[in-house]
RNA sequence: GCCAUUGUAGCUCAGUUGGCCAGAGCGGCUGAUUUGUAAUCAGCGGGUCGGGGGUUCGAAUCCCUCCAAUGGCUCCA
């Protein structure tokens, strides 16, 4: 073995060290300071402990608190030091897996007492203690036999049972802290005095290894950061989504309810029905100018065909049925078995293809008790679906142009931050031969490639009939959802036996792909609720103006106006109570309404209304008939934050 | 479905260890006021205390059971 080892650092700048020299020592031999900040290190791309020792040439990178995998590690170290925390205040619990999450960590622990809010004050307070004792943080390496040994003897049944499936000849780490050891694969920050600002945020039940058949262990989920500011912008940011929560702004803005009477099925009152037939008309009309044929199909169909389509074995646990004339019927939970129906009546040309058949279906799907959520989870919903029916080689262009209507649609709302995944086959419950799986994917792959955008490949996540491509979008809290999905499917029509004619005269099966762009009504009505807080653009706003007089004796001069903006197609109401316009204006902003048009003896003489627009106050007066026209066009461009006037 | 928590007026919430006809604010209605850019004053209505059962002289409060909601787990648009 060599005396002195080389290390490539990330500027490629090469230094010579001896050999067993830690990563630390490379920090510190750069700068104190360097060593202060970093978390750990990258030996050869593999991140490893500060105190790792080299023992060959490598190349090596030193992680300070700024990179995003250090953060990952903080986390998953503030997970271990709750875990000390608990073991120190409950000994008998017993700690299962303690991972770090996106935007922070969680500890699964078996205890026979139940955490509640008082519990996290506690084990908060312990782990600052914990925090404040510098405890150094160390790396202790086994072999299998003696890992489950000592595990075993520390009555850490949940450990054993993990390093019992490990291999038989691979080393397992552990890390101790104080008296705690855990088993982990690493690496952690140097010393627990590192986690400083921190909170625990709430807990739950989950299931040992996420099997309904297993124990319920007790979960706490938490959040650590390097910087102190941080901890508090994103307490903050929870807050907010507090705020935006959309099952509160439901209330308030009287646009939605739920009934004991029918749980999961959402009641749309008239202010959300605005939002809801806004966005379908929208889509209705982008649709067509894209060649879209909208069609409507049955709610409730023949069982058989649920046989046929492969639904009956795969989904039956979610869908409801029903008896008509003694024959068995089920309430459809996807509308593609009804657009192969309308497929199947006619003979198609390939010249006819593609057809592209686009329905908002009314879907139905029994969804357990306990995960139904506002309008995110609900067991009727409305999917913006679209199935398209092409040649083989046009799979390509078809999906090219989905994803351009995709961004298109999204661009409206806002959603700029797009990111998309491409899934592929599965490793085991899939149909079709690997050579149509590889031409499916290829072309999913070359038309992202073409439309010139970056996605993330995750292999095995396919569906059993086909790979697909998902969308999701970042709201204005940065906050993750999935919303659309292109799927391309074999098995349909090889099931339902679908035809056209080609070229040659002959006959062939036409290629289909299942599309959502929103996925469904009301889980996208629910996320740009959250995404715009209330405050909807002018286009979705359920009441886009109010007319405000300043005492009953303008009550005639402000109905005329309300008149005129509603013949105008501006959705208007009129607060005609006798209060003072200061209690009006506070009225009419708790409700988020964008336009208050105040009037009063000026407004009445010169046919005028005082406009005040919400987040800009007093834009004074103006002719009712030109700044009726000016909302107007705000309206027909989908203006998202008036820029007006 | 599972674990934990919760359910009092249209909304937000008080109701101490079981004890006078169950309270407040906001909203609503009525009257006075006639108001110029985020709350005018006064009065009046409004509740099977989630449903059912039980314990007790007495239950919003204790017990059982069902329903629903919330945070998660599993699942997913």
Redesign the pocket.
């Known amino acids: 073995m060599a005396k002195e080892v080389k290390i490539t650092l990330p500027d490629n700048s090469v230094k010579s060290f001896k050999n067993g020299v830690s990563v630390g020592e490379i920090a510190l031999s750069i700068s104190e300071g360097l060593l202060r900040n970093s978390v750990a290190g990258k030996v050869d791309g593999v991140l490893v402990d500060l105190s790792f020792q080299i023992n060959e040439d490598s190349s090596v990178e030193i992680l300070t608190s700024r990179s995003e995998e250090s953060h990952e590690i903080l986390l998953h170290s503030t997970a271990h030091l709750m875990a000390q925390a608990i073991k120190e205040l409950y000994p008998n619990a017993k700690i299962a897996i303690g991972p770090s999450i996106d935007n922070g960590f969680?500890y699964d622990i078996d205890i026979d007492k139940?955490?509640?809010d008082e519990s996290l004050v506690v084990i908060e307070a312990k782990m600052k203690e914990l925090s404040k004792l510098k405890l150094p943080i160390d790396r202790q390496e086994f072999s299998r036999d003696e890992a489950l040994e000592y595990f075993k003897n520390i009555g850490e049944d949940y450990k054993v049972e993990l390093i019992s499936e490990l291999d038989e000849d691979e080393t397992i780490s552990a890390y101790r802290q104080g008296d705690f050891i855990d088993l982990c694969k690493g690496p952690h920050l140097p010393s627990t005095g590192k986690i400083k600002f921190f909170k625990l945020l709430?807990?739950?039940?989950?299931?040992w290894r996420?099997?309904?058949n297993n124990k319920?262990l007790?979960?706490i989920?938490g959040t650590a950061f390097f910087d102190k500011k941080d901890l508090k912008a994103y307490l903050q940011m929870l807050e907010e989504a507090m705020k935006r929560?959309h099952?509160?702004l439901g209330?308030?803005l009287d646009l939605f309810s739920?009934?004991?009477e029918g749980?999961?099925f959402p009641f749309w009152h008239p202010n959300g029905m605005v939002l809801y037939n806004q966005i379908q008309e929208y889509w209705s009309d982008v649709h067509r100018k894209n060649g879209y044929k909208e069609i409507k199909t049955p709610i409730i169909l023949n069982e058989a065909l649920w046989h046929r389509s492969g639904h009956w074995d795969n989904y039956k646990d979610?869908m409801y049925t029903t008896t008509i004339d003694e024959h068995q019927y089920s309430v459809k939970p996807m509308n593609c078995p009804g657009h192969l129906l309308i497929y199947k009546n006619t003979m198609y040309s390939y010249r006819d293809l593609p057809l592209k058949l686009a329905e908002m279906g009314l879907v139905h799907?029994h969804?357990?008790?306990?995960?139904?959520?506002?309008?995110?989870?609900?067991?009727q919903?409305t999917?913006d679906d679209a199935h398209i029916f092409c040649t083989p080689e046009k799979v390509e262009q078809q999906i090219v142009d989905i994803i351009n209507l995709v961004f298109e649609i999204y661009g409206v709302f806002g959603f700029e931050d797009i990111h998309i995944e491409l899934s592929t086959k599965p490793e085991k419950k899939f149909i079709g031969s690997q050579e149509i799986w590889d031409k499916a994917e290829s072309a999913l792959e070359e038309a992202l490639k073409k439309c010139d955008i970056d996605f993330q490949v995750n292999p095995g996540d396919g569906a059993f009939y086909g790979p697909k491509i998902?969308f999701h979008i970042k709201d204005s809290l940065k906050r993750s959802w999935?919303?659309g999905?292109i799927q391309l499917d074999f098995s349909m029509p090889e099931r339902f036996e679908l035809e056209y004619v080609g070229e040659d005269g002959s006959k062939h099966q036409p290629v289909m792909i299942h599309r959502?762009i929103l996925?469904?009504f009301?889980?996208?009505i629910g996320i740009i609720i959250e995404h715009f807080g209330g405050d909807f653009p002018l286009w979705l706003a359920p009441i886009q103006a109010i007319v405000l007089p300043?005492?009953?004796?303008?009550t005639d001069y402000a109905e005329s106006v309300k008149l005129k903006l509603l013949q105008n197609g501006i959705r208007t109401t009129i607060d005609n109570?006798?209060?003072?316009?200061?209690?009006k204006?506070?009225?009419a902003?708790?409700n988020k309404i964008p336009v208050?048009l105040?009037?009063?003896?000026?407004?009445?003489s010169d046919n005028a209304v005082?406009?005040?627009r919400?987040f800009k106050?007093?834009l004074?007066?103006m002719d009712l008939e030109t700044y009726s026209q000016k909302l107007l066009i705000e309206i027909e461009n989908k203006t998202r934050r008036s820029s007006d006037s």
Do not use: C, W
């Not at 139904?372 to 989870?377: E, I």
């Not at 109570?577 to 209690?583: D, F, I, Y």
């Not at 105040?598 to 009445?604: A, L, M, R």
């Open positions: 969680y139940t955490f509640n709430s807990t739950s039940g989950a299931y996420g099997d309904e319920m007790q979960r989920y929560d099952r509160k209330k308030e739920f009934h004991q749980p999961g979610n799907r969804e357990k008790s306990g995960v139904l959520s506002g309008l995110f989870r609900v067991r919903f999917q998902d999935q919303l999905t959502a996925g469904s009301e889980r996208f300043i005492s009953e004796k303008y109570r006798s209060e003072k316009v200061g209690a204006i506070r009225q902003e708790l208050m105040i009037v009063g003896e000026k407004e009445e005082s406009v005040r919400r106050g007093d004074g007066s």
